[in-house]
T-cell receptor
Framework: AQSVTQPDIHITVSEGASLELRCNYS??????LFWYVQSPGQGLQLLLK??????LVQGIKGFEAEFKRSQSSFNLRKPSVHWSDAAEYFC??????????????FGQGTILTVHP | DVKVTQSSRYLVKRTGEKVFLECVQD?????MFWYRQDPGLGLRLIYF???????EKGDIPEGYSVSREKKERFSLILESASTNQTSMYLC??????????????FGSGTRLTVV
């Protein structure tokens, strides 16, 4: 079955440390890829997206993500984490075709805790 | 500022009640979606609508129905609420055209508790 997997349920980092959140998908074709962030009590905010072209994409709040076709991965990175980055992060994909057309499918989410 | 508004932030209902969750968007978007969010499961699609009066089942439609009589409003209906429907419900909308370059806009969510 087609799926999106975020292997890490919870990650803890110190403020100022680098961050990498993992995302893997199991679709046959290259899907459209997204990362969203959800702060406590808030809705989802789009961090960045990848459709085609340069496999390293830049987003808001200093985040970037790299698409690796060979690994079916789209990992999110930030070189230096701020306390305000503590939130839950979701990887999501869209399949462009068939009965799944336009549907945004989410991974399980990764909760990020930032220590001072 | 464009937005998706969910009528209730918190809702407590009794088992067996018919529950309506309302979502309104002011962006003239064609597509609208209802998701439920549960810890460790991420967001799962319940129903979606490509346009007015059109609806499609998502991944977990059982126990739910939807209504879209006007473009700006998409309602999620729990015909007979059960405790396993206690969850956070998120509405989203999306403008069609130009592939998927237009993103999804999410509401702030409705936390429903069924007792």
């Amino acid at each position: 079955a087609q799926s999106v997997t975020q292997p890490d349920i919870h990650i803890t980092v110190s403020e100022g440390a680098s961050l990498e959140l993992r995302c893997n998908y199991s679709y046959g074709a290259t899907p459209y890829l997204f990362w969203y962030v959800q702060s406590p009590g808030q809705g989802l905010q789009l961090l960045l997206k990848y459709f085609s072209g340069d496999t390293l994409v830049q987003g808001i709040k200093g985040f970037e993500a790299e698409f690796k076709r060979s690994q079916s991965s789209f990992n999110l990175r930030k070189p230096s984490v701020h306390w305000s980055d503590a939130a839950e992060y979701f990887c999501a994909v869209i399949l462009a075709g068939g009965t799944s057309y336009g549907k945004l499918t989410f991974g399980q989410g990764t909760i990020l805790t930032v220590h001072p | 500022d464009v937005k998706v508004t969910q009528s209730s932030r918190y809702l407590v209902k009794r088992t067996g009640e018919k529950v309506f969750l309302e979502c309104v968007q002011d962006m003239d978007h064609e597509n609208m979606f209802w998701y439920r969010q549960d810890p460790g499961l991420g967001l799962r699609l319940i129903y979606f609508s490509y346009d007015v009066k059109m609806k499609e089942k998502g991944d977990i439609p059982e126990g739910y129905s939807v209504s879209r009589e006007k473009k700006e409003r998409f309602s999620l209906i729990l015909e007979s609420a059960s405790t396993n429907q206690t969850s956070m419900y998120l509405c989203a909308s999306r403008r069609t055209g130009s592939g998927f370059s237009y993103g999804y806009t999410f509401g702030s969510g409705t936390r429903l508790t069924v007792v």
